[in-house]
């Protein structure tokens, strides 16, 4: 007789978490979303920036996608959330890393979730 397992023998080459494994339906419909989009830094901005755009690869289908953005001010680190709609294949400038006027306020973009568009 052999022993039970504490876990499964699971294959090193695949990784579950980038396949959207839930129980709930609407997390694998948001995580599935979020893997056609993406940030793109090209181009200059402001003072030394790097303009930010908002890529979504999907064919067909628009894909709402909630963006972070991370700043210091007056020594304090903010956060400010917005939702942005991307339509299939578009790219959309969305900011700027250093808008200015100092070169020393940096600007943090990175994508919370994304889920399709109900049109």
Not at 19 to 40: P, S
Request: glycine content about 6%.
């Amino acid at each position: 007789m052999s022993e039970e397992r504490k876990i499964p023998i699971i294959n090193d080459d695949i990784d579950f978490f980038s396949y959207g494994i839930r129980c709930d339906n609407e997390e694998i419909k948001k995580e599935d979303a979020q893997n056609y989009v993406k940030l793109d830094f090209n181009g200059f901005c402001g003072q030394l920036g790097t303009k930010v755009y908002l890529v979504n690869n999907h064919p067909k289908k628009s894909i709402s996608v909630l963006i972070k953005i991370q700043f210091m001010y007056e020594n304090r680190l903010c956060e400010n959330y917005t939702t942005i709609k991307v339509y299939p294949t578009q790219k959309k400038e969305i900011g700027c890393t250093i808008p200015g006027p100092s070169i020393s306020q940096k600007f943090i973009y990175s994508i919370v979730s994304a889920e399709y568009s109900k049109e």
